[in-house]
């Protein structure tokens, strides 16, 4: 999965893949699992509006995926010091591996959970 604004998804549906501003300054783009995701989304988009999560099919892939720690681990996040692994997207997204596209809204309290996916 990832997490963006949905202008960001329409530009990319208009030039044919997704390139996150992440790709450029990071050389990936960032990604969650189901599990993930949430925590990741409260952590570093709290309170936002306009966002979509992006559920991708690896198998349709066509850049590399890596799974490392996380990039940016910050004492302010909800993310706890661990051994765990996040997808990381070594190239531009392509259209085809997007199988569905949810709205995500944070909750009145800013915060976000997991909508049916």
Same mark, same amino acid.
């Given at each position: 999965? !990832? ?14 893949? $997704? ?29 936002? !509006?306009?966002?979509? #999560? ?6 349709? #892939?066509?850049? &590399? ?7 940016? =681990?910050?004492?302010?996040? &909800?993310?706890?010091?661990? &051994?765990?692994?996040? =997808?990381?997207? $070594?190239?531009? #997204? ?14 009145? &309290? ?6 049916? #996916?």
């Amino acid at each position: 999965m !990832h997490l963006t604004s949905r202008t960001e998804w329409l530009a990319a549906q208009q030039a044919g893949e $997704y390139l996150a501003p992440s790709l450029q300054t990071e050389g990936f783009i960032h990604c969650s699992t189901e599990h993930q995701i949430v925590r990741v989304a409260n952590s570093f988009y709290s309170g936002q !509006h306009g966002l979509v #999560l992006l559920v991708i099919d690896p198998e349709r #892939l066509r850049p &590399d995926l890596r799974w490392e720690p996380p990039a940016h =681990p910050t004492p302010q996040a &909800d993310l706890p010091p661990s &051994d765990e692994r996040f =997808p990381h997207l $070594y190239g531009p #997204l392509n259209l085809e591996a997007v199988i569905r596209v949810v709205d995500f809204e944070p909750n009145p &309290d800013g915060r976000f959970s997991l909508p049916p #996916l």
